[in-house]
């Protein structure tokens, strides 16, 4: 006898519950092109990121920063090279090497060497401004003021003897920027304190004659300075030496001879640059 089979309804009736099964089940999200389609899937890392609050800020390191400490080390390292040298040329290899710090550091920290040395020149000039702005504060005569002022001049060209070829350099390159940066540091509070000195000096009745402030300002850093700068004439001119005897006295002979000067009508004093 042969296999016994279904009748045809039976058969039929089968495939037609398969097929109702296939068009109950939900249709499947198309995929990305390449990519398995997991945007259904949350994960453990989402519902952290969610749950946890916004990471605080780090605290400030102890200490100077590096890149500050390294900083000061080059330029201390610049300032000891150049007053060894009498304000001879250094280089970058050679401040490095005294600094015990990476070449690369002075770009970081100033941009280049030109950087270097601006800062070196405000560092120096604000400590100048310090001094003149306290002894503006001192409650002392005109006249004590302006001659401490004189003497303190002298004697910080002495204590830096490459500022002034510092200075020099900084004017010939003609750097905008860099021409403003120590004309706001050191020029204009120091031409402003001469200003308030003069004033007091003509309300006094100490001076009878109007001085201009920005004259005067070139005056003085004239005279205080160019020893330093014409040393060469000193030594082989005078057979003298430029050592702290020599810079005292001439302290106060600029002090002496300013004050001497300044009430003495001299021409026309009307005139001014203002």
């Not at 279904?6 to 039929?12: G, L």
């Not at 398969?18 to 945007?39: E, M, N, T």
């Not at 020599?246 to 000067?261: F, G, I, M, N, T």
């Amino acid at each position: 006898m042969g296999r016994r089979r279904d009748p045809p309804r039976r058969h039929a009736g089968r495939a037609r519950a398969r097929a109702q099964r296939v068009r109950q089940r939900p249709a499947a999200r198309p995929a990305q092109a390449g990519l398995p389609d997991v945007s259904h899937v949350s994960t453990a890392a989402d519902h952290d990121r969610a749950a946890a609050p916004a990471a605080p800020p780090l605290p400030p390191p102890r200490g100077p920063a590096p890149a500050e400490a390294t900083r000061e080390r080059l330029l201390q390292a610049t300032h000891e090279l150049l007053t060894e040298r009498g304000g001879g040329n250094v280089s970058v290899s050679e401040i490095c090497e005294r600094a015990n710090a990476n070449v690369a550091m002075v770009k970081y920290c100033f941009g280049n060497k030109d950087g270097l040395m601006l800062a070196l020149i405000t560092r120096i000039t604000d400590s100048f401004r310090t001094e003149f702005e306290h002894l503006a504060e001192q409650k002392l005569d005109w006249r004590e003021k302006l001659a401490r002022h004189l003497r303190a001049v002298v004697r910080n060209y002495m204590r830096y003897p490459y500022i002034n070829r510092l200075l020099m350099d900084q004017l010939r390159q003609a750097d905008e920027h860099a021409n403003r940066m120590v004309s706001d540091s050191f020029v204009v509070p120091m031409a402003e304190f001469h200003r308030t000195l003069l004033t007091e000096a003509e309300q006094s009745g100490a001076v009878h004659r109007h001085i201009d402030p920005v004259l005067f300002f070139f005056s003085v850093v004239g005279m205080c300075e160019f020893v330093f700068t014409a040393q060469p004439w000193l030594t082989y001119g005078f057979g003298a030496a430029l050592d702290d005897d020599l810079v005292e006295r001439y302290a106060d002979h600029v002090s002496e001879l300013v004050l001497a000067s300044i009430g003495t009508p001299s021409g026309d004093g009307n005139r001014s640059t203002e």
